[in-house]
């Protein structure tokens, strides 16, 4: 079975922390896809990053960064200098090698304040 | 289309009755999926087509559920007799290739069941 978990049902900081999402993921299948998403106010899924299993290479975009552990099941998502726009709910998910259906967590509200 | 179009927008119908979803993909976008998001939870698969084809309905919750893709583009997903748990944002997303993973997400319709 596969299963995503983020234990962190809300967090809240002020502008300019750093904060960090977590998630854990269950799977059985070797090669697998991981992303993550963010649900602002507004509503829509907006796409932040996908990576294979294979790559296990941080990465950073800007203010955002990934770090994928396979030893770990994990693949947690920091946001520096935190602004009021991150303010939003953050999803991860995973799909396994043979099926396209992405199985989400939970979630993670973010509530940054001025 | 530019983005991948839902209607309506938003749906309020009284218990009992059918409702149909609509959801117009990226233009040339193969696979074409339904999810749906109750309240404060992660988005949950419903359903899945690659062209016309229904590769997976796994997610349906019951046989009130039903969705097509006739012609491989514009998808309808219908629901019967329609119950107030069934109240949710309804997603549809799409994706230029089967297995690409590229998924792009609509405005989704929210429905509530009165």
């Known amino acids: 079975a596969q299963k995503v978990t983020q234990a962190q049902t809300e967090i809240s900081v002020v502008e300019k922390e750093d904060v960090t999402l977590d998630c854990v993921y269950e799977t059985r299948d070797t090669t697998y896809y991981l992303f993550w998403y963010k649900q602002p106010p507004s509503g829509e899924l907006v796409f932040l990053i996908r990576?294979?299993?294979?790559?296990?290479q941080n990465e950073i975009s800007g203010r955002y960064s990934w770090n994928f552990q396979k030893s770990t099941s994990s693949f947690n998502f920091t946001i520096t200098a935190s602004q009021v726009v991150d303010s939003a709910v953050y999803f991860c998910?995973?799909?396994?090698?043979?099926?396209?259906?992405?199985?989400f967590g939970t979630g993670t509200r973010l509530q940054v304040f001025p | 289309g530019a983005g991948v179009s839902q209607s309506p927008r938003y749906k309020v119908t009284k218990r009992g009755q059918d409702v149909a979803l609509r959801c117009d993909p990226i233009?040339?976008?193969?696979?074409l999926y339904w999810y749906r998001q109750a309240l404060g939870q992660g988005p949950e698969f419903l359903t899945y087509?690659?062209?016309?084809?229904?590769?997976?309905k796994s997610g349906l919750p019951n046989d009130r559920f039903s969705a097509e893709r006739p012609e491989g583009s514009i998808s309808t997903l219908t629901i019967q007799r329609t119950e107030q748990r069934d109240s949710a944002m309804y997603r549809c997303a799409s994706s230029l290739n089967t297995g690409g993973r590229d998924y792009t997400f609509g405005s989704g319709t929210r429905l509530t069941v009165v």
């Open positions: 998910a995973l799909s396994g090698l043979n099926t396209d259906k992405l199985i």
């Open positions: 087509f690659n062209y016309e084809a229904q590769q997976d």
């Open positions: 990576r294979n299993s294979f790559d296990e």
């Open positions: 233009s040339g976008h193969v696979s």
